[in-house]
């Protein structure tokens, strides 16, 4: 039987917990045994992780836009080296992949290597998005996604799925409990963005949303079980 392959696309601002800035360790901690769940049940693992906690778009008007996604980049990193620690720590093996030369604190991305690395039951973390300022952390997990044939994109929300309007706003803001990526497009749904749910559409690649704060819910959707929104593309 074919083993479950996944990309997981965690929030920057969800690792720093109430600190809302850097890292929570109870909460890194929590997904990392999550995620070792998993692992030893044979499902391969792929990690992106938003900047959130560190940089978030431009923060300053007067710094252009393209050194101020520049910095995003590198904070995509940092969160890469960090969490994969954790992870180290929890007891499981990583490897960390980025889109361009960084010394020695990763290795360039390589689908050949991370193919290998997921094979032998390594977490793979995909840092530093697409390596170019323009495109968000969105773009690169879908593009990862598709480079590492995985037969679906997690992403581990602050809320519980797709709702038609921001839940947070509107009382009456309706939930989805499956939607097609059509839809996603056709509705502007802030799932991912724009140029990413096209190339979903393009590529006929499904995604599921959920909750980071649902009891095991990392754990739950990695094995293909959870209470959040599915995003078909049949």
């Known amino acids: 039987m074919e083993k479950r392959r996944v990309m997981l696309k965690l929030s920057g601002e969800a690792l720093a917990g109430e ?6 360790d109870d909460v890194i901690f929590r997904v990392a045994d999550q995620v070792k769940r998993a692992v030893d049940r044979g499902i391969e ?11 978030r778009g431009r923060q300053s008007e007067q710094v252009d836009r393209y050194k101020a996604d520049q910095v995003g980049i590198l904070a995509t990193l940092m969160n890469c080296i960090y969490v994969s620690e954790i992870f180290r720590i929890s007891g ?3 490897r960390i992949m980025s889109s361009f030369s960084i010394s020695d604190m990763s290795e360039v991305f390589s689908k050949d290597e991370a193919n290998k ?3 032998n039951g390594e977490v793979v973390f995909c840092a530093c998005g697409t390596g170019h300022p323009y495109f968000s952390t969105d773009t ?9 044939t995985c037969k679906e994109i997690l ?11 921001d839940p947070k706003k509107f009382p009456d803001a309706k939930k989805y409990d499956t ?15 724009l140029s990413a749910s096209i190339l979903c ?19 739950k959707a990695l094995l293909g079980e959870h209470k959040g929104t599915r995003v078909t593309a049949d």
Do not use: C
């Not at 990690?47 to 906690?53: A, D, Q, S």
């Open 19 to 24: 600190k809302h800035f850097g890292f929570s």
């Open 45 to 55: 693992v792929a990690i992106v992780i938003g900047g959130g906690n560190f940089w």
């Open 92 to 94: 499981m093996k990583t």
């Open 117 to 119: 690395a997921l094979q």
């Open 140 to 148: 690169g997990v879908v593009l990862r996604a598709l480079e590492l």
């Open 155 to 165: 992403l581990a929300k602050a809320i519980d799925g797709v709702y038609d309007k």
């Open 179 to 193: 939607l097609s990526i059509e839809e996603v497009v056709e509705k502007r749904l802030q799932v991912i963005d």
């Open 201 to 219: 559409l393009e590529n006929r690649l499904p995604m599921s949303v959920f909750s980071l704060e649902e009891e095991d819910g990392i754990f």
